[in-house]
């Protein structure tokens, strides 16, 4: 599974690119998870789509392999993002630097489907 195409269903747009997003196999070190993510256009934020695709994503990788965590890695400063992954029942596991970020101040947070052992959030941060 892979990321998605995400096209508008209804409305003067219907059919229209709006972003995409789901679910992909992501390892590091030993540590193998589902990562869920989303981009979105602009004229698609606050619709829906972000906590959609995020649920179907989660309900596909279940499905697949059930036994792997399902995580989302989102801006702290992102409140948007924030709640979409929260809609969907993933909770925060990690809060910690953005390293990727030159603001100093930056952080990300670590969203998980179930908790995570100190190594796996250690290899899904570093």
Known sequence: MGPWVL?????????ELVGSGGCSLYTSGTTTVWNTAFVLRPQAWGQGYAQEVTAA??????????????IAVVAAGNPRSRRAVERTG???VCRGPDAKDPDPTAELLLYADRGLSEDQVRALTA
């Open 7 to 15: 096209r508008a269903r209804t409305g003067p747009g219907a059919g």
């Open 57 to 70: 994503g989660r309900r596909c990788a279940h499905a697949l392999h059930p036994d792997l965590p399902v």
């Open 90 to 92: 993933l909770r925060t």
